[in-house]
């Protein structure tokens, strides 16, 4: 079992010197390698049949392709489009909002992604003039994006769970937009003042937003396409729609997003491919099955063991972003799902809401750094205004695994 502690260790050593989890993920396998035994052609087998069975895994390769479609919409200015299209009657703020996020969020793919959005879509302004109750509504609202049915990290997790995502889908789905409407009545109704655009846009300016999430849902759920030939699918399509649509700067802003999608899909890529040859290393030295005995010997109530694995990963906010805490994480609570009746899907769920609290961390790239150099603010700053979002997240995830931790 010291193969998992040297893992958690050197993650958390590592972050604090301020390595990035890429780096600290080879150096945890070449100390595995090393106190193995691996000569350097068992190494090399090792990192080409990982990869051929990544290659095998759907989820991950409509990965590049679910970015690739995200960024080509935000480039090319669609979802300000939407905003125009639904908000063109005044004193009409439920639908035109709700519509906007499940349009919007779904084919972001990234919380970070729809974090930009936001940003781009709608003002400070337009919130009253209140920067804190712009922020509050950015933060949570990028938080429910991480766990929307096109979210990566939901993706990635069910891939390594070897979870239906049909299934998770459904569900990410349902808690989204309960919650969603729950936090629209009670605190964002109160403040948005979006007026009516004076841009006239038609239907056609946002088709192509429209037909990615028509696509998605019919190619999954009807037809029964594999994640990876859905993705493919939207992509081509997309790019005939966008094209269309945008022959003059065509061209430019194309290059702009297969540059980040390669940037992007590259990092989550190589993240998922070490954590698959790390867990390979725990089974081969038996490490997973000294796990399970410890389980079973020390924990008779499961409860105990899942509360200490969200403590774990809330001490790992500042250190390390909300994917690379569900990644270097996914060891050991796939030792516990595997060894308690535990439901993988609501584990996902709820999981994975939790560690976007993640995202307000003072980490390059995360929303919490933008605004705490934009704003200059504090990170007490920042725990006192987003409190309540804060506590809205941690309650609807305990509740999602305390009342369906079972059942499904």
């Not at 759920?221 to 729609?241: D, R």
């Not at 269309?244 to 998922?272: A, E, M, W």
């Amino acid at each position: 079992m010291e193969y998992y502690l040297i893992f958690i260790i050197s993650v958390i050593i590592f972050s604090f010197v301020g390595l990035n989890l890429f780096s600290v993920l080879v150096l945890t396998i070449a100390a595995y390698a090393f106190m193995a035994g691996f000569d350097l052609h068992q190494l090399s087998f090792l990192l080409f049949n990982n990869a051929m069975n990544l290659n095998d895994k759907s989820e991950i390769v409509a990965i590049p392709f679910l970015l690739a479609v995200s960024e080509i919409l935000v480039n090319f200015g669609y979802f300000s489009r939407l905003k125009s299209f639904l908000f063109r009657r005044k004193n009409r703020k439920f639908w035109p909002f709700f519509f906007f996020f499940i349009l919007s969020s779904i084919p972001a793919g990234s919380s970070l992604i729809y974090n930009r959005i936001l940003k781009e879509s709608f003002s400070l302004e337009e919130f009253s003039g209140d920067r804190d109750r712009y922020l509050r509504a950015n933060f949570f609202l990028s938080a429910l994006s991480f766990i929307m049915p096109v979210s990566i990290p939901v993706i990635i997790v069910a891939s390594l769970l070897n979870v239906s995502l049909k299934a998770v889908i459904l569900y990410t789905l349902f808690l989204t937009i309960a919650v969603f409407i729950l936090y629209y009545f009670i605190f964002i109704r109160k403040y948005l003042i979006v007026m009516a655009s004076e841009r006239k846009e038609t239907f056609a300016g946002i088709f192509p937003v429209v037909i990615f999430v028509i696509f998605f849902f019919y190619l999954i759920y009807a037809v029964s396409f594999p994640v990876n030939v859905t993705a493919e699918i939207i992509f081509f399509t997309t790019l005939i729609l966008v094209f269309l649509q945008n022959r003059r700067d065509f061209r430019s802003k194309l290059l702009v997003s297969i540059k980040n999608t390669i940037l992007r899909s590259g990092v989550l890529i190589s993240l998922v491919y070490l954590i698959g040859i790390i867990n390979f290393f725990h089974i081969y030295t038996g490490a997973s099955g000294e796990l399970f005995d410890y389980l079973l010997f020390s924990f008779t109530n499961s409860s105990y063991l899942i509360i200490s694995v969200f403590i774990i990963a809330f001490l790992l906010l500042e250190l390390i972003d909300p994917l690379g805490i569900l990644l270097i994480l996914y060891p050991v609570y796939y030792s516990l799902l595997g060894t308690y009746d535990i439901s993988y899907i609501v584990f996902i769920v709820s999981f994975t809401f939790f560690v976007s609290l993640g995202l307000m961390s003072n980490i390059s790239g995360l929303p919490g750094n933008f605004y705490r150099n934009t704003y200059n603010l504090r990170s007490a700053d920042i725990y006192q205004i987003f409190l309540f979002e804060y506590s809205i997240i941690v309650i609807v995830s305990f509740v999602v695994l305390s009342f369906f931790g079972n059942f499904l």
